[in-house]
């Protein structure tokens, strides 16, 4: 089959697929069973695969998923629903415990609300006056879909409280699914049970969801006005209380070893259990440490998904390819002959570094055992070497970079006083092509400046037109060539247009996250805007490279410093930001501005009791105080624990710097 004939192949499939979307989200009709259309999906992903000059903006590997329709309304939540963290053994759990001790400063132990993780389709429902006023897809977190109609049909969901202990107005969380037993009279219409509660879910019409027998469990709330409850157990039963269902299995288990016990149990038996679960969620039971812990940017601090067992299967290498990436690092992937591992088709799996391949002898044509673990990427565990071909070859890993030729190396650290495993090219900018898309995909992302309608494929077809070469090129596109393109329209078009314009307003932290320097991810990014303020004095001192000032900013250290002086020295990453600058809205970073601590810097030394130094610098920024990491002119008080370095409270003390006691900033801030 010549390159036209697989053209015209794949462009009918892309045909049939947007029609076959259409009908099901928009027209409530589906023309084709679950099963067919999602075989469809394949047929169309793994041509993209085979031939990479197959793009179009319709395709699959272009869907986002659950964003909002014209058939329903979108939603912002008032509390983001935020994912979980996963732990697959013991030792990510005494990790997880662990961090919780660090941040808390706290010895003595605490309990563990037990839960199993039902995989279903999250959703949220905000009760006010005892009357259910809205129900929402959980969506990407922040914005969800307006279900309210469809929600209220599932006989799990009370409609009115009439218990007088209930809020004036709550948001309670939980799981839609469909029993396994009830699945059975649908599965000639959906590939699974998750997919059948997401797609009724999405019906247009309350009257057909009605129809399918979907379930409810409440676990945890949201916004909540006011509460007299300490423990998430005790929640949980006041969720029966009120009406709700929650489930049976859950219990309150004192530390590590219980749970690692009662997860072997459970796994053993999760068969048995009429509902898919693909894990246990462990709480800490005690609300007032939960508020304390707190969240960082997409998990909360005080729970964690302990999934089950990974499942595994072996296939064979066929290829292996070195992707490059946004900070230029080497990453081996091999190419493998397709298998179905836990109910997803594998071809590809990451063999992580250079180091990784000689240690475990991975080579070329190797049968090898591969595990897929939760959400984590499938990677190759072990080479079955009693199988391998006598002429088989090591694999050599290039030393130059396979994007644009430049010398490739690995770094040195200095702490470990070893070379990192990763190999990374050193054309770091926008000249290495690899490297280049994985910047502009970096800068259109979510947390960056989050365009809707350029997706990374738009981005390397746009790449590979010559459209973009540099971010600042996207807010001069040519929307009229766009509009000739295939898969593209006036509406599409419109569309981009407008998401592009609207991302002209950011904020500083979203926008020193966008440009995508090494080792500054979101809350970095944060750091240093509460520092710099706005986006002049940003560019001022890149420009006279003063990045030292940098040590004063407590959670910056050295590793964040050279790196930035790495980025900036490359005179074209500079030219960027100003060009960006006279482009967007960069808005000045926004701080409290009116709390006890305004204007005055405060710095830690010693252990500070039944607070750890997160909290501390916590409680001083959201008073509009910040925090510094070394004592100097510039330092105002110097908070002091249990056996402060005498270094610092010397220096203190000669430049006149008050110093206090944790209670005498507490009583600052009353």
């Known amino acids: 089959m010549d390159k036209e004939e697989i053209k015209k192949k794949y462009n009918l499939k892309i045909k049939d697929y947007i029609n076959y979307n259409q009908s099901y989200y928009n027209k409530n009709n589906p023309l084709i069973a679950d099963s067919e259309f999602d075989n469809l999906k394949k047929e169309i992903l793994n041509l993209e695969k085979k031939y990479s000059y197959l793009k179009n903006v319709n395709s699959p590997s272009n869907s986002v998923g659950y964003k909002p329709s014209k058939t329903f309304e979108k939603h912002t939540h008032k509390l983001p629903m935020l994912s979980l963290a996963n732990a697959f053994d013991e030792v990510d759990l005494i990790n997880f415990e662990k961090k919780i ?356 494929k738009v981005v390397e077809n746009f790449w590979h037109l010559k459209f973009l070469r540099k971010p600042q090129d996207i807010f001069n596109l040519d929307y009229a060539k766009i509009e000739k393109l295939d898969g593209w329209g006036k509406l599409s078009v419109s569309n981009l247009k407008n998401s592009i314009e609207k991302s002209k307003k950011v904020s500083l932290h979203r926008f020193i996250f966008s440009i995508g320097i090494r080792h500054i991810g979101i809350e970095n990014a944060k750091i240093i805007s509460q520092y710099v303020k706005n986006i002049p004095n940003l560019i001022k001192l890149i420009e006279q490279k003063q990045f030292y000032r940098f040590l004063n900013i407590d959670g910056i250290g050295e590793t964040q410093i050279n790196s930035l002086k790495k980025y900036f020295d490359n005179q074209q990453n500079l030219r960027i930001i100003i060009e960006l600058n006279n482009i967007l809205n960069i808005k000045d970073q926004i701080l409290i501005k009116n709390g006890k601590l305004k204007n005055k810097t405060f710095m830690f030394t010693g252990k500070l009791n039944g607070i750890s130094r997160a909290e501390a610098k916590s409680m001083v920024e959201k008073n509009s105080g910040t925090t510094l990491s070394s004592v100097n002119k510039n330092l105002n008080f110097l908070v002091i624990g249990d056996k402060p370095t005498k270094r610092k409270l010397d220096q203190a003390k000669l430049l006149g710097i008050k110093i206090l006691s944790l209670n005498d900033l507490k009583k600052l801030l009353n």
Do not use: M
């Not at 509660?197 to 999405?202: D, E, H, V, Y």
């Not at 999760?270 to 679960?277: G, T, V």
């Not at 054309?427 to 280049?436: A, F, L, P, R, S």
């Not at 970096?442 to 350029?454: E, R, V």
């Open 101 to 456: 001790y660090n941040y808390l400063n706290k010895s003595t132990n605490f309990e563990y609300s037990v839960e199993p993780k039902i995989d279903g389709i999250s959703a949220s429902l905000t009760y006010k006056n005892k009357k259910l006023v809205y129900g929402v897809s959980r969506g990407d977190g922040i914005v969800g879909e307006l279900i309210t109609g469809n929600l209220k049909t599932i006989k799990d969901i009370p409609l009115q409280i009439n218990d007088t202990s209930f809020p004036d107005e709550i948001e309670i969380r939980g799981e839609v699914f469909i029993k396994k037993s009830e699945f059975l009279k649908l599965e000639d219409k959906f590939a699974n049970p998750r997919n059948a509660a997401s797609g009724t879910l999405r019906q247009k019409d309350p009257n057909q969801t009605k129809k399918i027998p979907l379930n409810f469990i409440a676990y945890t709330f949201g916004y909540i006005d006011n509460y007299n409850f300490k423990y998430q157990s005790e929640f949980l039963k006041k969720l029966n209380k009120w009406g709700f269902k929650t489930n049976k299995y859950n219990k309150i288990l004192p530390n590590i070893e219980e749970l690692v016990k009662f997860h072997k149990h459970f796994e053993e038996r999760r068969y048995d259990i009429d509902y898919d679960i693909d894990g246990l969620v462990y709480k800490v039971n005690d609300i007032s440490l939960q508020n304390r812990l707190g969240n960082t940017s997409n998990a909360p601090r005080w729970a964690v998904a302990h999934k089950f067992s990974a499942d595994s299967a072996t296939t064979k290498i066929l290829n292996i390819e070195i992707q490059v990436g946004r900070t230029g690092a080497l990453t081996p992937v091999a190419k493998v002959e397709p298998v179905n591992i836990g109910g997803v088709v594998v071809s590809n799996a990451t063999l992580h570094n250079e180091d990784e391949i000689k240690r475990k002898d991975i080579r070329i044509g190797d049968n090898v055992k591969i595990e897929r673990a939760g959400d984590v990427i499938p990677h190759v565990i072990e080479v079955d070497k009693s199988k391998r071909d006598k002429k088989s070859k090591s694999f050599i890993f290039p030393e130059k970079c396979p994007s644009c030729g430049s010398k490739t190396l690995k770094e040195y650290n200095k702490t470990t006083k070893k070379y990192d495993a990763v190999r990374r090219c050193t054309n770091d900018g926008y000249g290495c092509e690899k490297i280049g898309v994985e910047k502009l995909k970096h800068f259109i992302s979510k947390d960056a400046l989050n365009i809707d309608g350029l997706g990374k």
